[in-house]
């Protein structure tokens, strides 16, 4: 399985940006897709995750409210819109992937990065 996040940029806050993250290889019931995010000298954070039945989505406290997760089966596409940017949202932001809906598993399959800055 291979990830690809795209769509980051420059925003100026408040405003929205929209990341894509394609997965390719098999994905089926129990495939949750990940988002993370790691802001210049911190450590990496979660921001949310989709499991690809749809049964779940679910946000960090951090962004609940302003981001949410769609997808695209037919392009096994996985969308982060992020909606009311704020400059602390500044990171790279991956997308990740696992064979399990449980949350505290840990995600093996990452792609790269994509850069969003947010200025004030």
């Known amino acids: 399985v291979q990830l690809q996040a795209s769509g980051g940029g420059l925003v100026q806050a408040g405003g929205f940006l929209r990341l894509s993250c394609v997965v390719s290889g098999r994905t089926f019931g129990s495939w949750t897709t990940g988002w993370f995010r790691r802001a210049p000298g911190k450590e990496r954070e979660f921001v949310g995750a989709?499991?690809?039945?749809?049964?779940?989505?679910y946000f960090s406290d951090a962004v609940k409210g302003r981001f949410t997760i769609s997808k695209d089966n037919a392009r096994n596409t996985v969308y982060l819109q992020m909606n009311n940017l704020k400059p602390e949202d500044t990171a790279v932001y991956y997308c990740?992937?696992?064979?399990?809906?449980?949350?505290?598993?840990?995600?093996?399959?990452w792609g790269q990065g994509t850069e969003v800055t947010v200025s004030s």
């Open positions: 990740a992937g696992k064979y399990t809906t449980i949350r505290d598993e840990e995600y093996p399959f």
């Open positions: 989709n499991t690809w039945n749809g049964g779940s989505t």
